[in-house]
Each structure stands twice: as structure tokens, then as C-alpha cells.
């Protein structure tokens, strides 16, 4: 199973509003995943300021802000988050010099990530989601079937720059895949499937292509059951596999695009009553940008 | 025997299904689904269950007898194992729609999704607007009425239920083919769709089914 909801905002009036209706929504798919959950918020500007890098990292050592004196260092369960004013490739090497056991599970300058093992609705609370504004967000609740149950296998996969992606489904051909990309010098985190996707994602946009390119050369390159939800700097998109296997449900109004594993998720959502409602095709990507 | 009202916002899909496998009234009103699982699944009795809201999967599963309205949409599976009685949505479906069901009619006044009627092994499935792809795989008995458009793979693997399209069909999956339409095949349609309440042609319509090459092996094995 696995539970998907992500909500991209066109209506600046609801940016306050981000993390109520995103805690809404994840608390709807509790059922499809109950091992853990994580959440992605964009534009949440007290957890990552207007200048500043936001790292997320897990295992961090319990004197992670002493060791960081000039970051804004807030633990969350599993994972803390380091915000400071530097780029986001120095921030990580801050992070990393300070404390080399951490493992970073998502890095951008618009982005905050948290993940974590245990109940979805008790992690909500956790990672603060009622509080969180912004423009965009996802979350994603997991029920782990193709590695262990931990906080590095919990979704998103946030591996590039203000990327994420979470997956609903199992990919059938990631250690072939994961082979290639450690050939060409991409180093993973878990043994889990969807970083290979996010991997994958995140390779094809290094290389200059848009979410839409890099989706579909996943649709061809990658053999399984997807449901993907894919965020970057300026969009959104879904992708589902050649037999949509794995639900999903699209909803969009003029104030806001939603996606979820099912309309449950959807049903508290302003304005819903009048929202285009429908379901993605089999390997056709939708993609929004801000 | 009355009417009953039931807020789902203040009884839970099961207090609900309870009342409604040993019914106290004959007829329901259910308010506020808000996409909740398995509503009206398993009604074995001549209720009527007006359910005024979007539902979630195997809305009114397994229905002997019922004749149960969604005023709104559905998830995956509705009227799935459907024996006898009515299922009504007057919004679209997701995928697998009258899965597997014996009986009875299922009307979507608007599009299903993927996998509409798959495995379906006799009941009657009408539906507005479009189908998506795969749909009808496997049927074994009983029709499919696509007012719309059909999607890619219609009725691959298709015993002898019997398709009738009236728009454009993506592709046919294997071992369905186009069969020509006759007078009782016009008769049949004009029952269901006056059934569903749709007013269509029947001659508007063109019909499909097995053409009976998966029924025996035919791998002629030389040893």
C-alpha cells in the first residue's frame, strides 16, 4: 500500500493554510501506511528564512546545535533540520564537518523535510505540520514491503536540490538501476526502491531536463507499480505505471491542484464541491509549475 | 418501516452496514460519506440507500438486492460481487467497477475508470460517459454498455459477456473482435438503456466480444 497527498497552492490566501489542510490530508491515508511517515513543506519561510539553506538530516548527534553555533538547529523525532544563511552544498558540508555520521535526507533553499518511523498521526505532530505555510507539499505515509522498516527508507526521497518524490508501489528492476547510477557516481543512503527513483529523477534533472522529460524516461527505464509524486523548485507532477496499478486521484480549482491516493484525502479541501476531479492515465505525466 | 436518516460524520461505515444487514426502515438517507470505505457494502434486503455524498472503495459490494444511489462519486471496486438489485452513481467510478459481479445492474451516469467489468460473470454495467483502458477483462457473462468512449484493451481475455460501444474504441485486447449488431442485440440495448434512464439510439452502438481462440490450447506441440 503506501498513502500519497501533496497539495500545490495557486492562491496565495491559503499559504497560511499549507500545513492544516496537508495534516488533514495525511491523517485521511493513515490506513495505507502506518510504519512511518514524512512530509516535504515549500515556502515555509521560519523553518527555512529567505536566504538561508534548510538541511534535513537524520541521527544527529544530541549536541548538533552547539556543534553548528551560527545555524537555527530544531530537532523533529527522527530527523532535525539545520537552517543557516549559506548555500545549500555549504550548508552540507557544515552539517557533514560538524557531525559526520549524519545521513541528509533533504537539502534546498524553499524546502523543509522530515521523516520518520512510527504512527503518521502522532509524527504530524512531531514535524509541527499544523504550523507549516507555504506554496506547496507532500506527504506520505509507508507500508514498507521492499525494505526495512526506518527512517531512511521513509518517503520522501528528497535527493536533489528542493526535490522530492514519494511513490505509492514497488519497483521490480531498482538493483539494475541502482547498479548504473553507482557506475556513474551516484551514492545512495538505503537499500530502499524509490531512492533509485528519486535517484533516477534527480540524475535527468541535474542534466538539464524538465520533470516532465525526466518522468517519462522513468516511465521507459523503470519496470513496476508507481504512483509518483514529484516536486521541485517551481512544480509538481504525477506519474503512474503503464497499468496504474496503484491509486490516484487529482483534483484542481482555481486556488489550488491537490493529488492523493483517494478522494478521502481530498474531501476537507476548500472548494472541493466545485474542484475537476478525475484520475490520472497510465504513463502520461501531469505536471504544474508554479 | 420508515425512512432513516445517518450522518456519517456521527456513525461509523460500520454502526451503518449493521442497521443496514438487518434493516429497521426500507429506506436510508446516508449524509456526509466524505469518501469512507465499503459504504452499503453487503445489503442482502429490498432497501433503498440514498447516499448523498462522494464514496470511497466497494461502495454497495456484494449488493443482493438493494437498490443503493450514490449521489456523488466512487472509488475502486463499487458493486463489486454485485448478486441482484440496483447500483446507482450519478458522478464517475475509479477503477474496477462491477468487478466480478453475478448479477443485478450498475449504472455510472458518468465514466469509469480502468477495468470496468473486469471478471464480470453476469451482471449488467451501463455507463454514461467514457470507460478506461482494460476494461472488461476477463468477463465471463453478463453486459457492458459504454455510452462514451472505450479505452485501450477492451475485453482482452473475454469469455462471452457481451460489449456495446458507442464512441470510439481504443484498442480491442486479445481475442476480442467486433461482431455485427442484429435485432435482438438492438432489443437488449434499447431494455438497458431505458433501465439506466439514457437516451441513446441502440443503432448508435457497435458490439463486441470473444472471438473463442483462448478457449483451447492451440500451441500444436510436436512431441
Not at chain 1, 73 to 92: I, K
Not at chain 2, 7 to 35: C, F, I, M, W
Not at chain 2, 187 to 192: G, Y
Request: charged share 20%; with cysteine.
Amino acid at each position: 500500500m503506501c498513502g500519497i497527498v501533496g497539495l500545490h497552492l495557486r492562491d496565495p490566501a491559503l499559504y497560511p493554510r499549507l500545513g492544516r489542510l496537508l495534516e488533514s490530508m495525511l491523517c485521511q491515508v493513515v490506513e495505507r501506511g502506518p510504519d512511518s511517515a514524512g512530509v516535504a513543506v515549500y515556502g515555509d519561510r521560519r523553518r527555512c528564512p529567505e536566504g538561508h539553506a534548510a538541511v534535513s538530516v537524520l541521527d544527529a548527534p544530541p549536541d548538533l546545535a552547539a556543534r553548528l553555533p551560527d545555524a537555527l538547529v530544531t530537532a523533529a523525532g527522527d530527523t532535525t533540520v539545520v537552517a543557516a544563511p549559506l548555500s545549500v552544498d555549504a550548508l552540507v558540508d557544515a552539517v557533514r564537518a560538524a557531525a559526520p555520521d549524519v545521513t541528509v535526507v533533504g537539502s534546498g533553499t524553499d524546502l523543509t523535510v522530515y521523516k520518520g518511523t512510527g504512527h503518521p498521526r502522532a509524527l504530524a505532530a512531531t514535524y509541527d505540520l499544523a504550523s507549516a505555510e507555504g506554496w506547496q507539499g507532500l506527504a506520505h505515509t509507508r507500508m514498507a514491503t521492499e525494505s526495512a522498516v526506518t527512517p531512511e527508507g521513509c518517503h520522501p526521497f528528497s535527493v536533489g536540490p528542493d526535490q522530492c518524490l514519494v511513490h505509492n508501489g514497488s519497483f521490480a528492476n531498482h538493483a539494475t538501476i541502482r547498479r548504473d547510477l553507482r557506475r556513474d557516481g551516484v551514492v545512495f543512503d538505503s537499500e530502499n526502491d524509490s531512492e533509485v527513483g528519486a535517484r533516477f529523477v534527480a540524475s535527468r534533472l541535474a542534466q538539464g531536463e524538465d520533470l516532465d522529460k525526466a518522468l517519462r524516461l522513468l516511465c521507459e527505464r523503470f519496470d513496476g507499480f508507481y504512483t509518483l509524486l514529484v516536486t521541485s523548485a517551481d512544480g509538481f507532477a504525477v506519474v503512474r505505471d503503464a497499468i496504474a496499478c496503484k491509486p490516484a486521484i487529482i483534483a484542481e480549482t482555481t486556488g489550488w491542484v491537490a493529488m492523493a491516493s483517494e478522494f478521502r484525502a481530498l474531501a476537507e479541501l476548500p472548494g472541493i464541491e466545485d474542484a475537476r476531479i478525475y484520475e490520472p492515465e497510465p504513463e502520461k505525466v501531469y505536471a504544474w509549475v508554479r | 418501516m420508515g425512512a432513516l436518516t445517518v450522518d456519517l460524520q456521527a456513525s461509523s461505515v460500520r454502526e451503518l452496514n449493521a442497521e443496514l444487514h438487518t434493516p429497521t426502515a426500507t429506506s436510508y438517507e446516508v449524509l456526509d460519506p466524505k469518501g469512507a470505505h465499503a459504504i452499503a457494502a453487503g445489503v442482502h434486503h429490498p432497501i433503498d440507500v440514498q447516499v448523498r455524498g462522494h464514496a470511497g472503495y466497494y461502495c454497495a459490494g456484494m449488493n443482493d438486492g438493494g437498490a443503493i444511489t450514490v449521489h456523488g462519486s466512487v472509488g475502486t471496486g463499487v458493486a463489486e460481487n454485485m448478486m441482484s438489485g440496483t447500483v446507482r452513481v450519478r458522478g464517475d467510478a475509479s477503477q474496477s467497477a462491477g468487478a466480478t459481479a453475478h448479477g443485478g445492474l450498475l449504472v455510472i451516469e458518468g465514466s469509469a475508470s480502468m477495468r470496468c467489468g473486469i471478471s464480470m460473470k453476469g451482471v449488467d454495467i451501463v455507463v454514461g460517459g467514457d470507460i478506461g483502458p482494460m476494461s472488461a477483462f476477463m468477463a465471463q457473462a453478463g453486459r457492458l454498455v459504454v455510452c462514451g468512449d472505450a479505452g485501450d484493451d477492451l475485453g482482452d481475455s473475454i469469455y462471452e459477456a457481451r460489449i456495446y460501444v458507442r464512441g470510439k474504441v481504443g484498442s480491442l485486447g486479445a481475442d476480442c473482435v467486433e461482431k455485427p449488431v442484429r435485432d435482438e442485440h438492438r432489443a437488449e440495448l434499447a431494455e438497458l438503456l431505458a433501465a439506466a434512464g439514457l437516451d441513446h439510439e441502440p443503432g448508435e452502438f457497435r458490439r463486441f466480444g470473444s472471438a473463442r481462440r483462448l478457449y483451447h490450447f492451440a500451441a500444436h506441440n510436436t512431441y
